[in-house]
């Protein structure tokens, strides 16, 4: 009997101290969402499927888009759906090549790409830069995540000269 | 040697009796009529064995192409798009024009013999071949101006100021002064392209 008396009390306990630490996790995961917009993506209960958002479209303007600092490598700015990039063909050569430029129109794959790893300038694209969306991506037309904060390096100087005068 | 000659000449010359010699017991009614609907007959037959030949179920039936070139077309817009309209494997690779069809169907007899000796009967042996296979579809392409793509995409009726700038400035520079087909850029569109550094070496 007394035995069964304290089982209970400590089932009551446990209860209770399960209760607050899931009332303290509710807590902090709203305070987090709240101070980090993207603390999550989800914004929806754990047990129901959110809707997708829609898939969207990938900018297709052919219009070069200005680089945010000077290393970054450029975005393409056209659809690049079933393009093949692997061992045996790379798509985008066939107008971003040196040759291939005169009828494309296109820009040249930058001479860095040319560079082996000792800087050497070889004949063609180097194995190690061949694969081009490993840094060359398409642009979507979404509303960002989150405000973006990024400063331009011409601001930031004329802001400093601004300053110092 | 000699006689056996003589012997096959002697039945050539019986037969020909028989084929120029005025029917003895068949009216000449029945043999018009009879010849026509058998010649109706026969030809829907031929067609009908034919166009059952110029299905994608036709072409997939064999491992070589539902393993390899068909799965490779799947995911391009050849096979899925947003209207649904697709290409299916004799679109492309049959001319629909009578006698250009039969010309393929004849060439194709080939395939057979490539079926019945396992010429691509694994992954290896097609990898090690499609370079050979894909140039010898891109040389008819190029022969036949395309043909195939233009069964579909006509120039005359293509909307410039639906495409893209590039696509545009492309399609007016090198499609409307013929200075190009649709397969000199177009390759690789519905399957992988072959390993083209072969393709450098070998040249």
Known sequence: MRRQNHSRMSRTARVAALFSVFAIGASLVAVAAEEYPLATLRNSPIAKHPVPPAIPKVNNTDLRQARNYPEQPPVIPHTIRGYQIDLNANKCLTCHSRKATEQSQAPMVSVTHFMDRDGQVRTSVSPRRFFCTQCHVTQKQVNPLTENTFVDVDSVISGVIKKGN | MRGFFNRLMERIKGYWRTLSTPSKYFSLGFLTIGGFIAGIVFWGAFNTALELT??????????????????????????????????????????????????????????????????????????????????????????????????????????????????????????????????DCHQGIAHQVPDLGKAASAR
Request: aromatic share 10%; proline share 2%; glycine share 2%.
């Open chain 2, 54 to 183: 110029n299905t994608e179920e036709f072409c997939i039936s064999c491992h070589e192409m539902r393993d390899n070139v068909f799965a490779e077309l799947k995911p391009t817009i050849h096979y899925t798009n947003r209207s649904g309209v697709r290409a299916t494997c004799p679109d492309c690779h049959v001319p629909h024009e009578w006698t250009d069809k039969i010309a393929r169907k004849m060439a194709a007899s080939k395939e057979v013999w490539g079926k019945i000796f396992g010429t691509i009967s694994t992954r290896e042996k097609f990898l090690e071949k499609r370079l050979e296979l894909a140039t010898r579809e891109w040389d008819r392409f190029k022969a036949n101006d395309s043909l195939e793509c233009r069964n579909c995409h006509n120039f005359q009726y293509m909307d410039f100021t639906q495409q893209s700038k590039r696509a545009a400035d492309h399609h007016e520079r090198f499609l409307a002064s013929k200075e190009k087909t649709c397969i």
